[in-house]
């Protein structure tokens, strides 16, 4: 019994300074265990409020975010409107285009009809001034020939008016010569019928002197209608 007693007391005396360094090891674990628990904590807490400010942040973008997406999406109907109006005033100008090309297409044709007609225009023009070039040296030669002839003109009508004068010289021969051949005519006629009147005559004076007498008075009365008649009958 008092053997059991000591060994149980030897073994209480060897058990609790074990308990004790095991509980002071615990504790200090405990400890240990608390101070990284409150070192972590302390981190968590700090990365926490750093997210939480980090967060306020981000919330602060997403709401300007939203804010410009608010504007973005007003921008974005505006600019939708206006791609509205730029798709149809872009329509009505592709309209305005092709109605342009066709009336530039339209211009050209006429601008190469009018080139056509330009081009046959200047070589009538060319033939034009060829005819005209001819027609100044036709006229130069003629006008050298009116020139010339003229001149000649001018020379036939000195020559006309010197045969004129020729001529009225001639005529006023020729008057005087009809008259001196009148005169001729008249005394060849009187000698004539004085020489047919003197047989009868001279028979006359033979047969009877006062027929002889009244003769030569008939025969001077006679004298001036002998004289006439060879005028008339020349005229």
Do not use: H
Not at 96 to 112: D, G, N, P
Not at 163 to 185: F, I, M, S, V, W
Not at 214 to 226: K, T
């Amino acid at each position: 019994m008092a053997l059991s007693r000591r060994t149980g007391a030897r073994l209480q005396g060897a058990i609790w300074p074990g308990f004790v360094d095991a509980m002071t090891g615990l504790l200090l674990v405990l400890m240990f265990v608390l101070t990284i628990f409150m070192v972590v904590q302390f981190v968590l807490r700090e990365e926490i409020s750093g997210q939480a400010t980090k967060l306020d942040a981000l919330s602060a973008e997403v709401a300007a975010l939203s804010r410009a997406l608010g504007l973005e999406q007003d921008r974005n109907a505006t600019l939708q409107e206006r791609v509205g109006l730029l798709t149809t005033t872009l329509g009505d100008a592709r309209a305005r285009a092709e109605e342009q090309a066709a009336q530039i297409a339209a211009l050209r044709a006429e601008s190469a009809a009018r080139a056509e007609a330009l081009a046959d225009a200047e070589g009538r023009i060319a033939s034009f001034e060829e005819q005209v070039a001819r027609l100044l040296s036709q006229r130069d030669a003629a006008r050298d020939r009116a020139a010339g002839l003229t001149a000649e003109r001018d020379a036939a009508r000195d020559e006309v008016t010197a045969l004129e004068g020729a001529r009225a010289a001639l005529l006023d021969e020729q008057a005087a010569l009809e008259d001196r051949l009148a005169g001729l005519r008249d005394e060849v006629d009187a000698q004539t019928e004085a020489a047919r009147l003197a047989p009868a005559a001279r028979r006359w004076r033979r047969s009877s002197p006062t027929c002889a007498r009244a003769m030569p008075r008939r025969s001077r009365r006679a004298r001036p209608s002998e004289k006439r008649w060879p005028r008339s009958r020349t005229g």
